[in-house]
């Protein structure tokens, strides 16, 4: 079992920015392919961003050039940097987990861009 923690969330501004954090409860951490992911209202969950034990990431083209995911595999954490936001970024976004086709989630941290 994986338990996640996301941080960082809030309402800001169109251009600014805003550092998400996940937390894990799990020893097997580095082992697991971490990600973010959003769902606005009325609409379905998708992905914005994976990186894997490796350290090989992946961006939704509408965030690539924005976003930026990491992971510090000593502190069971990943961060997801995202600058020059806009009022589409406004979401729930949620951390997973995934090993294999197991998935864990979140509960979901709020972001707000608005001016």
């Known amino acids: 079992q994986v338990q996640l923690v996301e941080s960082g969330g809030g309402l800001v501004q169109p251009g600014g920015s805003l550092r998400l954090s996940c937390a894990a409860s799990?020893?097997?951490?580095?082992?697991?392919?971490m990600g973010w992911y959003r769902q606005a209202p009325g609409r379905s969950r998708d992905e914005v961003a994976t990186?894997?034990?490796?350290?090989?990431?992946t961006y939704a083209d509408s965030v690539k050039g924005r976003f930026t995911l990491s992971r510090d595999n000593a502190k069971n954490t990943i961060y997801l940097q995202m600058n020059s936001l806009q009022t589409e970024d406004t979401a729930v976004y949620y951390c997973?987990?995934?090993?294999?086709?197991?998935?864990?989630w979140g509960q979901g941290t709020q972001v707000t861009v608005s001016s």
């Open positions: 799990t020893s097997g951490f580095s082992g697991y392919v």
């Open positions: 997973s987990a995934r090993w294999g086709p197991k998935f864990y």
């Open positions: 990186i894997t034990s490796g350290g090989i990431t």
